[in-house]
C-alpha cells in the first residue's frame, strides 16, 4: 500500500530555515513525481512546489518561489522541502503528495492532479 510519511515540522522565527522530508514507500517512487502542498486555518489547500520523477525539473508557486526548494532522492525514496527565509505566512501544515499519473512529464498544480497523501506536518513561524 502506498505510504508517505512527512517529518521535519516545528516551529522557527521569521527569517529561519526548516527541511522538511517525506519517505515513500509501497509503490516505484521514481515513477512519479512528488509535489508538496500546504493549509493554513480557514483557507484552502494550496500549490508549494511540485519536482519530475528523476528531479531534473521543478516548480513552485509564486509566494515560495526563491525561498522553497524541492528535491528528491530516488535510492532513499524521499522527498524534501527547504524552506528559507519563512515567513508568520508560511504558516500552515504540509503535505507531501503522489501524481495521480504514472510517467507523466508535465508538473501539475491542481491538488486533484495527486491522488495519495501523508499525514501532513505542521509549520510554524513566528515574527
Known amino acids: 500500500q502506498v505510504q508517505l510519511v512527512e517529518s521535519g515540522g516545528g516551529l522557527v522565527q521569521a527569517g529561519g530555515s526548516l527541511r522538511s522530508s517525506c519517505a515513500a514507500s509501497?509503490?516505484?517512487?521514481?515513477?512519479?513525481?512528488m509535489g508538496w502542498f500546504r493549509q493554513a486555518p480557514g483557507k484552502e489547500r494550496e500549490f508549494v512546489a511540485a519536482i519530475s520523477r528523476n528531479g531534473g525539473s521543478t516548480v513552485y508557486a509564486d509566494s515560495v518561489q526563491g525561498r522553497f526548494t524541492i528535491s528528491r532522492d530516488n535510492l532513499k525514496n524521499l522527498v524534501y522541502l527547504q524552506m528559507n527565509s519563512l515567513k508568520p505566512e508560511d504558516t500552515a501544515v504540509y503535505y507531501c503528495?503522489?501524481?495521480?499519473?504514472?510517467?507523466?512529464?508535465?508538473?501539475?498544480?491542481?491538488?486533484?492532479?495527486?491522488?495519495?497523501w501523508g499525514q501532513g506536518t505542521q509549520v510554524t513561524v513566528s515574527s
Open positions: 509501497g509503490f516505484s517512487f521514481s515513477s512519479y513525481a
Open positions: 503528495a503522489r501524481d495521480r499519473a504514472v510517467y507523466r512529464r508535465l508538473l501539475q498544480r491542481g491538488s486533484s492532479d495527486y491522488n495519495y
